[in-house]
């Protein structure tokens, strides 16, 4: 549906922007255009991170996602160097513009791109891949109020410089907007931490535990947009194999309960931290 109102949503733009002779309103269709893209390719990836585990794919496809919000983001960071390119043009050319339409417009363009937004919120602050086409549409939101004032600045004005102006703005609002999602995503998929979890608070966590002597070889990457894991080797010391079995289920519940890592591979270790090991950490000893 969201996808069905911004594809009618650049059409009108489009048309209506070339009738108004406004850079801003076209630019702003052709945000929607990538809008459209996003929202496809968003859902594309949902639908492959719902798909079942194979032989061949142990983890399913939950890395769509992230491939997405990157593909995604990367597309509006390469949008915004048209507009800015546009726009200096406009700005050394200015061209008259039809207000009257260029208004009426962007206030249709601001209430659907607004309503989209709202209807993936919640879904987006779990998911990056949402996340990225959530971006998408607060911009194209943001973009469409900018374009209210423009048209309202010319109007008082009688400069068209501001339709070129307004547009550098939103070029600058979609390549702040879009850059982080696509640091996340590539953060990601080069295996890196996910936001909001701190290897080094969990590393505090793990020493709380009685009967752990140290920790090395912790690693956290994500499985999908919002599936973290973890790895990692438990040093418990001179202690009978039976003896994990408890701990193994006290370790697995604080990382699921502290920091929503459900998927979590540990081995443990008889010994303790060696003294000149500088990728383990050790702890003071506990009865266990």
């Known amino acids: 549906m969201a996808t069905a109102a911004n594809l009618l949503v650049v059409a009108a733009e489009i048309a209506i922007g070339i009738y108004a002779g406004s850079l801003a309103l076209v630019g702003d269709a052709l945000h929607n255009l990538t809008d459209v893209a996003a929202l496809i390719i968003a859902l594309f990836a949902v639908r492959l991170e719902r798909r079942t585990p194979t032989r061949e794919k142990s983890f399913g496809y939950q890395r769509a996602g992230i491939l997405a919000a990157f593909v995604n983001s990367a597309l509006l960071l390469a949008f915004t160097f048209f507009l800015f390119r546009e726009?200096?043009?406009?700005?050394?050319?200015?061209?008259?513009?039809?207000?009257?339409?260029?208004?009426?417009?962007?206030?249709?363009?601001?209430?659907?791109?607004?309503?989209?937004?709202?209807?993936?919120?919640?879904?987006s602050r779990e998911d990056v891949n949402?996340?990225?086409?959530?971006?998408?549409?607060?911009?194209?939101?943001?973009?469409?109020?900018?374009i209210?004032?423009?048209?309202?600045?010319?109007?008082?004005?009688?400069?068209?410089?501001?339709?070129?102006?307004?547009?550098?703005?939103?070029?600058?609002?979609?390549?702040?907007?879009?850059?982080?999602?696509?640091?996340?995503?590539?953060?990601?998929?080069?295996?890196?931490?996910?936001?909001?979890?701190?290897?080094?608070?969990?590393?505090?966590?793990?020493?709380?535990?009685?009967?752990?002597?140290?920790?090395?070889?912790?690693?956290?990457?994500?499985?999908?947009?919002?599936?973290?894991?973890?790895?990692?080797?438990?040093?418990v010391g001179d202690v009978p194999v039976k003896n994990t079995a408890g701990l193994l289920d006290e370790i697995t519940t604080?990382?699921?309960?502290?920091?929503?890592?459900?998927?979590?591979?540990?081995?443990?270790?008889?010994?303790?931290?060696?003294?000149?090991?500088p990728y383990c950490t050790p702890f003071a000893r506990r009865k266990s």
Request: glycine share 8%; proline share 4%.
């Open 148 to 235: 209210i004032v423009a048209a309202i600045l010319i109007r008082f004005t009688g400069n068209p410089i501001w339709d070129a102006g307004v547009t550098m703005l939103i070029a600058l609002l979609i390549l702040w907007s879009s850059y982080g999602v696509l640091r996340e995503s590539m953060n990601l998929l080069l295996e890196g931490t996910p936001a909001g979890i701190d290897p080094t608070a969990v590393t505090t966590s793990l020493g709380k535990i009685d009967g752990i002597l140290g920790v090395h070889h912790l690693h956290i990457w994500a499985l999908g947009p919002s599936s973290p894991a973890l790895s990692c080797h438990i040093m």
């Open 130 to 146: 949402v996340r990225g086409a959530f971006v998408h549409m607060i911009g194209d939101a943001v973009s469409s109020a900018g």
């Open 87 to 123: 726009a200096w043009s406009r700005l050394q050319h200015p061209q008259e513009v039809e207000t009257t339409a260029m208004l009426a417009m962007a206030a249709v363009a601001l209430l659907v791109n607004a309503a989209t937004a709202f209807s993936i919120h919640h879904e």
């Open 254 to 277: 604080m990382l699921s309960h502290d920091y929503r890592i459900a998927h979590a591979t540990i081995q443990f270790e008889f010994a303790e931290c060696a003294a000149d090991d």
